[in-house]
Nanobody
Framework: QVHLVESGGGLVQAGDSVRLSCKASGRAFSQDAMGWFRQAPGKDREFVAAITWIGNELYRADSVKGRFTISRDRAKNTLYLQMNSLKPEDTAVYYC?????????????????WGQGTQVTVSS
């Protein structure tokens, strides 16, 4: 059975940095795309970043590019999201997702596997 477990969230102040981790188990995702989505209170879940199976990085251009960096450790079957210069509007539950057999890396419905999420709260 596949499990994705996020960690690293918490309460931080504006301007701080946080690194989220997503540990996968049950199968290897070394040749799959993986991504991060987030859901703020009262809003729909939205794409944050993805990394393709060959290592190309994709970002939500308007709000996180230049501040967030997605990476992966194939040997550890782990996905990361380094978040710098955090803002209160980054407050959300952050979800890890894996495997896009067809469709778009930007679309949540196209991912096969999901974690339970980790809360990131940024105070001003």
């Amino acid at each position: 059975q596949v499990h994705l477990v996020e960690s690293g969230g918490g309460l931080v102040q504006a301007g701080d940095s946080v690194r989220l981790s997503c540990k996968a188990s049950g199968r290897a995702f070394s040749q799959d795309a993986m991504g991060w989505f987030r859901q703020a209170p009262g809003k729909d879940r939205e794409f944050v970043a993805a990394i393709t199976w060959i290592g190309n990085e994709l970002y939500r251009a308007d709000s996180v590019k230049g501040r967030f960096t997605i990476s992966r450790d194939r040997a550890k079957n782990t996905l990361y999201l380094q978040m710098n210069s955090l803002k209160p509007e980054d407050t959300a539950v952050y979800y890890c997702a894996a495997s896009v057999p067809r469709g778009s890396y930007y679309v949540q419905d196209d991912y096969e596997y999901w974690g339970q999420g980790t809360q990131v709260t940024v105070s001003s």
